[in-house]
């Protein structure tokens, strides 16, 4: 028996339970993990909630750092010792657990377990967006709304580091600030500034080349008025409420724009992607162009407490749930 987080209804951060959990032996193309580290994102609240389904009961959770303590059979590219990783496999929010060995990346020595745990969904999420989605060019100029977020920090410092100019919002002067610090050459305090008035004004009134929004609801419309004639707003989060397009002349009407709303399940579906992304990522924190912060850790049986102060935004940077 291991100690988990588990969801047996939808609904607000009391419904995670922490109690006692099964975990079986791997089986084929199984490892079995022992977990460090825990990363918590806005995606967990988003299952936990019931707005992205998962069949119920689970255990909570999508990211997360362990050693591997068991093979099962046909597994060759992982020994027992080995320090791993992996994102977007629901059920992290536990101290022991079962992992598919082609979802697993290797971790080098240069980074620490709390750092991998809270940089590796929010920076595959930065490199997709940044690297794929739209791919950014030395001398454009992006928005990326939550700058002080855990996706944000690790993205801005990332589209600096490609030499764009960033334009990030925030929603407090302490926000704007830290944001200020991470990459970012002008922040908007959105809750006293109007951003694409802002934003206008930055841009001598050309616009930017793209948005990356995951805030969603609140800052969609706007974000429209940011952008450029044929520019793309890549909408990939939901923390204020979904995205809803009733009219899809809208888009006509403002300059010809393009609107994505991507998941890093298609742009990881192969083993040979997900290496890529984890190769430049780590690289880009061990050469210092990311540095990361973890702001925030609780232990596993306060996931509960995590969750409220993510989903009322009291926490900046990212955040780590030790098991």
């Not at 032996?25 to 825990?38: D, F, K, R, S």
């Not at 709304?145 to 030499?163: M, N, V």
């Not at 206008?200 to 990356?212: K, L, P």
């Not at 407490?305 to 955040?319: F, I, K, M, N, P």
Request: one cysteine or more.
């Amino acid at each position: 028996m291991t100690k988990a987080i588990l969801v047996h209804q939808t609904g607000g951060p009391e419904v995670l339970s922490f109690e006692d959990h099964a975990v079986g032996a791997p089986g084929a193309g199984q490892v079995a993990l022992h977990q460090t580290a825990i990363g918590l994102n806005f995606i967990d609240t988003y299952q936990r909630a019931g707005l992205y389904p998962v069949q119920l009961p689970f255990v909570a959770g999508n990211e997360a750092v362990g050693v591997v303590t068991a093979l099962g059979d046909g597994v060759t590219d992982f020994k027992i010792g080995d320090r791993v990783a992996y994102q977007g496999l629901v059920g992290a929010y536990a101290q022991e657990r079962l992992v598919t060995a082609d979802r697993l990346v290797p971790i080098p020595d240069a980074v620490d377990d709390q750092t991998a745990a809270a940089i590796l969904l929010k920076g595959l999420t930065a490199y997709y967006l940044l690297f794929k989605t739209w791919a950014v060019a030395r001398d454009e100029t992006i928005l990326w709304h939550a700058a002080a977020g855990g996706t944000g920090l690790i993205a801005t410092q990332w589209a600096k580091a490609l030499g764009a100019t960033v334009i990030g919002t925030a929603g407090s002067d302490d926000k704007t600030a830290l944001a200020s610090a991470h990459g970012c050459d002008h922040v908007i305090n959105y809750t006293t500034e109007d951003f694409a008035e802002r934003v206008r004004e930055i841009t001598d009134g050309r616009g930017v080349d793209v948005v990356y929004d995951g805030v969603g609801k609140a800052t969609f419309e706007k974000s429209l008025d940011c952008l450029r004639p044929r520019g793309l707003l890549a909408s990939f989060g939901n923390a204020s409420g979904v995205v809803a397009i009733p009219d899809i002349t809208v888009l006509a009407r403002k300059g010809s724009l393009y609107v994505t709303r991507p998941t890093g399940a298609h742009y990881f579906s192969q083993r040979a992607e997900l290496l890529e992304g984890a190769k430049a990522l780590f690289e880009a924190v061990a050469s210092g162009a990311i540095k990361v912060q973890v702001n925030h850790s609780f232990s596993l049986a306060q996931a509960a407490d995590a969750h409220r102060a993510l989903e009322s935004r009291q926490t900046t940077g990212s955040v780590v749930l030790i098991p």
